[in-house]
């Protein structure tokens, strides 16, 4: 029991809240998916595949609200009773604070017990630069669903997020790596809402009319002669829109193309996302 107890401690854990949960059937439940690490360790990324049964559970939605992630490695995705997603913590996180990883929404289907857990095979790394595979304890969450008494009529409703407050802003850059689409220009952008979180994003190059889009964005105009507008949604329909106009855009390439010394934030950030994805190939390879 010492040791048992001992090496949780000293290990990192990623658990749910609430552990568990009476509901009905159509009622939707949130559970968030915390980080602690009893600041032991500093940790900077993570693989992680949650699983549940679909017989009982379906998975309504998800939010990034708060999240200690900031940079999405794959963007979360739901696929026959596993939701699984890859993000970074840019610095790392060792607070001895819980952190947010993600929100979850899910709606009782079918009545009986149903256990959501975090897959043996996720990961977690150390922000050592080797790309360490951190010691992790993974816990569980079970929600109960029972059948209404009577129905109510807010159990069918839709999930819907009803804040007003557009995501944080956000400076889109424009960079150029020969690791990144064979040296040609790309647009980096990334921003955080802290209530509902990010839905996705929008980018229109000229007049053009906006499209989905993720970063980094291969550039369609690589005569970089025309602004570029990246539109950020968040989950309850509030939009930001932050604008590069052609004038910057230039700037910026005699920036990349006459100085080595110093590149921007945001292109460091998106080579790490490279390195890190190199890090993940390589873990797998050596199983």
Same mark, same amino acid.
């Given at each position: 029991?010492?040791?048992?107890?001992?090496?949780?401690?000293?290990?990192?854990? @990623?658990?749910?809240?609430?552990?568990?949960?009476?509901?009905?059937? =159509?009622?939707?439940?949130?559970?968030?998916?915390?980080?602690?690490? =009893?600041?032991?360790?500093?940790?900077?990324?993570?693989?992680?595949?949650?699983? #549940?049964?679909?017989?009982?559970?379906?998975?309504?939605?998800?939010?990034?609200?708060?999240?200690?992630?900031?940079?999405?490695?794959?963007?979360?995705?739901?696929?026959?009773?596993?939701?699984?997603?890859?993000?970074?913590?840019?610095?790392?996180?060792?607070?001895?604070?819980?952190?947010?990883?993600?929100?979850?929404?899910?709606?009782?289907?079918?009545?009986?017990?149903?256990?959501?857990?975090?897959?043996? =095979?996720?990961?977690?790394?150390?922000?050592?630069?080797?790309?360490?595979?951190?010691?992790?304890?993974?816990?569980?969450?079970?929600?109960?669903?029972?059948?209404?008494?009577?129905?109510?009529?807010?159990?069918?409703?839709?999930?819907?997020?009803?804040?007003?407050?557009?995501?944080?802003?956000?400076?889109?850059?424009?960079?150029?790596?020969?690791?990144?689409?064979?040296?040609?220009?790309?647009?980096?952008?990334?921003?955080?809402?802290?209530?509902?979180?990010?839905?996705? #994003?929008?980018?229109?190059?000229?007049?053009?009319?906006?499209?989905?889009?993720?970063?980094?964005?291969?550039?369609?105009?690589?005569?970089?002669?025309?602004?570029?507008?990246?539109?950020?949604?968040?989950?309850?329909?509030?939009?930001?829109?932050?604008?590069?106009?052609?004038?910057?855009?230039?700037?910026?390439?005699?920036?990349?193309?006459?100085?080595?010394?110093? @590149?921007?934030?945001?292109?460091? @950030?998106?080579?790490?996302?490279?390195?890190?994805?190199?890090?993940?190939?390589?873990?797998?390879?050596?199983?």
């Amino acid at each position: 029991m010492f040791f048992s107890v001992s090496g949780k401690a000293s290990a990192a854990e @990623l658990f749910f809240e609430p552990r568990e949960i009476d509901t009905v059937i =159509n009622h939707i439940e949130k559970v968030e998916i915390f980080l602690e690490t =009893n600041g032991s360790e500093d940790i900077n990324a993570f693989e992680i595949k949650v699983e #549940y049964p679909p017989k009982f559970l379906k998975l309504k939605d998800w939010s990034d609200g708060n999240s200690i992630i900031s940079l999405w490695i794959k963007e979360p995705k739901n696929n026959n009773g596993i939701f699984s997603f890859q993000g970074i913590v840019p610095g790392g996180y060792g607070d001895s604070k819980k952190g947010l990883l993600i929100t979850l929404y899910f709606e009782g289907c079918k009545e009986g017990r149903a256990e959501i857990k975090i897959k043996d =095979n996720s990961q977690i790394l150390l922000n050592d630069g080797f790309g360490t595979k951190a010691k992790a304890y993974f816990s569980r969450a079970v929600i109960n669903i029972k059948s209404p008494e009577e129905e109510s009529p807010k159990s069918k409703l839709p999930l819907k997020f009803t804040e007003n407050i557009p995501p944080e802003p956000f400076n889109p850059a424009v960079s150029r790596a020969d690791e990144i689409y064979g040296g040609n220009y790309f647009l980096i952008f990334s921003t955080q809402d802290k209530d509902s979180g990010i839905d996705y #994003y929008e980018i229109s190059e000229g007049e053009e009319p906006f499209r989905i889009a993720q970063s980094p964005y291969l550039l369609r105009n690589q005569k970089l002669n025309e602004k570029v507008r990246v539109r950020a949604v968040d989950k309850a329909g509030n939009k930001r829109i932050e604008i590069v106009p052609a004038k910057q855009i230039k700037k910026a390439e005699k920036k990349i193309t006459k100085s080595n010394l110093v @590149l921007p934030a945001l292109l460091l @950030l998106a080579l790490l996302v490279v390195f890190v994805k190199y890090l993940y190939n390589k873990i797998r390879k050596t199983k």
